[in-house]
């Protein structure tokens, strides 16, 4: 309830109290859950017809190629009951239907409509007005065993700006959270950016987390990533 999430919000606000800045570095990191969808969401963004058609994707002829762990799976289902992307048909009038977006760490389809199917000599997935339901399947590990597993880095609970590039594939952005010592919270930190390339860092994905953000349509947990550039002082 409203007072619930209220409490929830003053507590978070106060464990941010304080926080430092760190020094720059090259370090794992963890996205938690919360927020990793905003992560996946360029992926999303670059798999559409219009952004393959017109070469402004990072994934332009990436098609059946590595992008990823081989552990990594990345699949569409459109038809779970009472999921907030869930539907029978696209906007089209087309049928939605289950469809692997990453098979074991390969790209495995982009996601069209009639119109850039026939552009692209290939068959709609039934992605008119966007997707459904996209599920990045988690490994059987918690978010406290994530941590744990990390050991020393950073654990981030905000990304801000948007500083993702669809074309290149390049990204920075601001981030907030928590340094991770001796896999325990150690203090709050501010004021950093995270940089990097979309397919590196998908190469450098560890493991992701079983606690899975039911709240958005891409549904996935905590991602732990290693070697990735955190500027700070």
Do not use: R
Not at 17 to 40: A, C, D, N, V, Y
Not at 133 to 138: A, L, R, T, V, W
């Amino acid at each position: 309830n409203t007072k619930n999430i209220g409490i929830l919000a003053a507590k978070n606000a106060i464990k941010k109290l304080g926080g430092k800045k760190i020094k720059t570095s090259i370090s794992p990191i963890i996205i938690g859950s919360e927020i990793s969808h905003i992560f996946f969401n360029s992926l999303i963004k670059a798999t559409y017809g219009q952004n393959i058609y017109n070469k402004k994707s990072f994934l332009y002829n990436l098609l059946n190629k590595q992008i990823f762990p081989k552990t990594i799976n990345i699949y569409e289902e459109p038809h779970i009951k009472k999921a907030i992307g869930s539907k029978p048909f696209d906007s089209e009038g087309t049928e939605t239907k289950f469809k692997f977006i990453i098979k074991n760490g390969y790209l495995k389809n982009y996601l069209l409509d009639n119109y850039y199917a026939k552009k692209l000599n290939m068959e709609t997935t039934g992605n008119c007005g966007g997707i459904s339901n996209i599920i990045i399947s988690p490994d059987n590990i918690s978010i406290k065993k994530l941590i744990q597993k990390m050991y020393k880095g950073l654990l981030i609970t905000e990304l801000l700006g948007n500083g993702a590039n669809i074309i290149t594939g390049d990204y920075s952005y601001g981030v907030s959270g928590f340094w991770i010592e001796k896999g325990i919270i150690e203090y709050p930190v501010n004021e950093i950016t995270i940089a990097g390339n979309f397919i590196n860092t998908f190469m450098n994905i560890i493991e992701i987390s079983n606690d899975i953000n039911n709240y958005e349509k891409i549904k996935t947990g905590s991602i732990l990533i290693n070697n990735i550039l955190i500027s700070g002082i």
